[in-house]
């Protein structure tokens, strides 16, 4: 009986270890917060971290080394009531590149529109079928994007089930009175509805193809060939040239999305090139994304 008992503890301990998918480090600043129980905030830190690490947001095993490294900053700006904030979240995510010990930015995202209620103490619920806390919903919300473009890049369109559970949140959340979650909350259709909007929308499969082939077929091919996987990286950019050209929507929200996560390592990828492939790489890179366009000068700069 008693090995009988020792093995479903362990069984159990194992499951702990090996469930849990995502290494966040949470980090709020509160400066601009006066007045209040200093105290709270760190409390407020290590629930959301706990949440989000403890948490079991998919079927798969994950080995503790593979757990996907991610960060969350939080800037409170402003204390509404007894137990409301407002302020913005910085998510960004990452991922390793085979054989190197380099890691790679998938994700790097600022939202605006983070307000939620916490009372210290209180425990982070969340519900997969309704909205009941808003500072969870968009936690979780984030955790499954940063699962969705993680998959995305070791498979080809690998993450939808977590885009698509991404998407039931913002369904959940369309009464919520908090901004957001709904198509009109932002004239240039830049928040989370829009995000996973795009993502999910056809017209944005070539980004997403992107996302397969840059990482997959590009990044984790460098060790063997550095050259030939320069050469697939410039390949694939025109994928993202051919959304930038047939212009889904005005605002092309995802597509900029993934420009802002790429644009430092575009830059350092090409830095050691053949000028013929600089002088392509740059022209493209200027008309995809001309809101970088001093960034990639740098990449003339080294011919």
């Not at 009175?177 to 509805?193: A, L, S």
Request: proline share 3%; glycine share 4%.
């Amino acid at each position: 009986m008693r090995k009988i008992q020792i093995f479903f503890i362990l069984s159990f301990f194992t499951l702990q270890i090996y469930s849990q998918e995502l290494n966040c480090n949470v980090s709020i600043v509160h400066n601009q917060i006066q007045g209040t129980n200093k105290q709270i905030f760190q409390t407020l830190q290590n629930a959301i971290r706990e949440f989000v690490n403890n948490t079991v947001w998919t079927n798969n095993v994950f080995a503790i080394n593979e757990r996907i490294e991610c960060n969350l900053l939080i800037n409170l700006q402003e204390q509404v009531g007894a137990d409301g904030f407002r302020g913005t979240l910085q998510v960004q995510a990452r991922r390793p590149v085979y054989n190197s010990s380099y890691n790679s930015v998938l994700f790097n995202y600022m939202d605006n529109d983070l307000s939620f209620s916490y009372v210290e103490f209180q425990p982070l619920e969340f519900s997969e079928t309704s909205h009941i806390s808003n500072l969870t919903s968009i936690l979780a919300y984030y955790a499954y994007i940063i699962l969705g473009f993680d998959y995305d890049s070791f498979s080809p369109e690998g993450g939808t089930p977590f885009f698509e559970q991404a998407e039931r949140i913002v369904n959940n959340a369309q009464n919520a009175p908090e901004t957001g979650w709904r198509p009109g909350d932002n004239v240039k259709r830049k928040n989370r509805y829009w995000l996973v909007e795009n993502i999910l929308n056809v017209d944005y499969s070539p980004v997403r193809e992107f996302y397969y082939k840059y990482h997959r077929l590009g990044l984790d091919m460098m060790d063997e060939n550095a050259n030939v996987a320069r050469a697939a990286i410039a390949e694939d950019l025109k994928l993202l040239q051919t959304v930038k050209r047939e212009k889904p929507d005005p605002y092309m929200h995802f597509l900029q999305v993934a420009l802002d996560a790429k644009s430092d390592e575009f830059v350092n990828v090409f830095s050691e090139t053949t000028q013929d492939e600089k002088t392509r790489v740059y022209a493209m890179l200027n008309e995809i994304d001309p809101s970088n366009k001093q960034k990639y000068e740098k990449i003339k700069e080294n011919q």
